[in-house]
Structures are given as C-alpha cells and as structure tokens.
C-alpha cells in the first residue's frame, strides 16, 4: 500500500525539478551559415541539383533570374539552330531525291549552299550546348564561391582611397592611393 501511494507522489514531484538552463543567443540564418564548414559544399550541391537553388540557399535570391536568363538564351539558341539545320537538311534530301519543291528553291538554288548552311547551323547548335554546360557549371562555381567569401571575415579597419593632389611647383596632379589603417 504504501508503495503504491508513494510512486505517484515520486512521479509528481518529479515534475516539479526544474533544471538550471544555458542562456544561449539565437543566432541568425546568415550567422549559423558562415560559421558552418559545410555551407560552401551544400551550397554547391544544391546548385548542382537545380540550377539557382545555391544561390536561394545562401540568401542571394537577386542571382537566380540572370542564372535562368543565362540557361534559358542557350537552350533557346540550341533549339533555334537544331530547328534551321533540320529545315537546310531536309531541303537537301529532297533535292537529292530529285524533288525541287523545298522552301529554300528561289532563294538558295545550289544543293552545296544547303550543306553549308546545314554546318553553319550545326556549329552554333554545338556552341550553343557549349554555353548550357558552361552557364550550368558557372553556376554551380558561383554559389560555392559566394558560400566562401561568405565566410571571409571583412573589418573596416583597413580601407584604400584614392587621392588627387595637385603640385604646387607645376600644372600637375599627383595621382595616388592613400591607405587607412586602423589599429
């Protein structure tokens, strides 16, 4: 009997301790991302993953459009010139095949102008591939670069000027840097 009266009140007193808390200070988003090893890594990955997700991850949100803007005129410029070289082609199959009904007719007569414009085409089709792994790759460098310099400590202790002077003997001006250094 007196165990069991005397485990509820254990229980409940239990309840009643209360432990000695830390205070801690709240950190920011920004705070708890500088001081983390990880960030440029997660940053890049992110990125990595969708384009412009980096760059969301680390708070620079205003990147994004020029990171899509980038992609986005190289996918259209792959897409136009995959569209004109598949035009030139077929024109020259036609004309191989003895059909002279092609949309290029009045315009290109010679079945050799077709091929070249066919390369032509082909050439900046394949840069304009070029450009969508170059963009998709700067992207990625841009956000584990921005997650880096992120973590570089910057003081205003030291601050570089430039400085105009004229010369008191002649119509010159001395040109200079003049460097603050703040101990």
Do not use: C
Not at 40 to 63: C, D, E, H, N
């Amino acid at each position: 009997m007196k165990t069991k009266v005397f485990i509820p009140i254990l229980i409940l007193l239990n309840f009643q301790v209360f432990a000695q808390q830390l205070t801690q200070e709240k950190k920011t988003r920004k705070q708890k991302l500088i001081e983390s090893p990880l960030t440029p890594s997660k940053a890049a990955f992110y990125s990595a993953v969708l384009p412009g997700l980096g760059q969301i991850y680390m708070g620079k949100t205003w990147k994004v459009p020029f990171v899509y803007a980038a992609i986005g005129a190289s996918v259209y410029g792959y897409v136009h010139n995959q569209r004109e070289m598949d035009r030139y082609r077929t024109a020259y199959k036609r004309r191989n095949n003895g059909y002279r009904d092609d949309e290029f007719i009045k315009l290109i007569p010679n079945k050799s102008k077709l091929l070249e414009g066919m390369k032509f085409h082909k050439n900046y089709r394949d840069m304009s591939f070029l450009f969508i792994l170059g963009t998709y790759m700067l992207n990625i460098l841009d956000a584990n670069v921005s997650a880096h310099l992120m973590q570089f400590n910057v003081k205003e202790n030291l601050s570089i000027k430039p400085k105009f002077e004229p010369d008191l003997y002649s119509t010159d001006t001395n040109i200079g840097l003049k460097v603050f250094v703040k101990l």
